[in-house]
């Protein structure tokens, strides 16, 4: 098999991604695609991913776009066990409903935000904006009652949905009294290795260029 992975880690769905491949030891080679710039655009890209989105992945000949399905697919096909991504069908479903969350409302949240700042020149978040994330907050904070996301075991909803949280935290950041359970299991998430090596680096810089448009 020869991976690679399109990719700019200021993406949240990208870091996502970044953790599954590390939390599965796949050996996979990267080609950066500075969205902030662009390079998306390019007709050469367009080709290999209509949508125009990193992360893409390639797999020897089969190509696919979205961080849920990418990462669902390295999941079933190269991991060892079905730890990440439980077969029983409960287990599975409440997986499921945590992924499409954060494909629903988590990701369109923060993207609805950090462009309006970013992108659109807009010097603060918006009112409709911050409602946004605190309804997210106060989402996820329903979800996050257990020791992780789908319940007692660490699954791909910890780290589809921590990609974009963590994202959000550096727009908003979680306040640990409105929301306990958010704030433990990020911090629980936060320590985990992958997070460390993965999400942290690529989420600081996100954090960074944000700031660096908020008057
Ligand atoms: N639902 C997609 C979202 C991917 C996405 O929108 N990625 C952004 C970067 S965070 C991107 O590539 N934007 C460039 C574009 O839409 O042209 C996923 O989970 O992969």
Redesign the pocket.
Known sequence: MVLTLYK?E?????R??LMVIEHLKLPVQFVD?N?MK?E??TEEFKKINP??????LIDDDFIL??????SMYLINKYAKDDSLYPTDPKLRAIVDQRLHF??GIL?PV??YGFSQVVFQGGKKLTDEAVEKIISAYELTDQFATKTWLAGEQFTVADI?CVACISTLNELIPIDAKKYPHLYAWFKRCSELDIYKKRNAPGNNALGEVYRSKVA
């Open positions: 700019c200021i993406s949240a769905p990208v996502s991604v695609v969205f662009g998306q655009l949508q125009h989105t990193v992360p893409t776009g979205d961080s849920h399905a990418i954060d494909s990701f923060l993207k589809s």
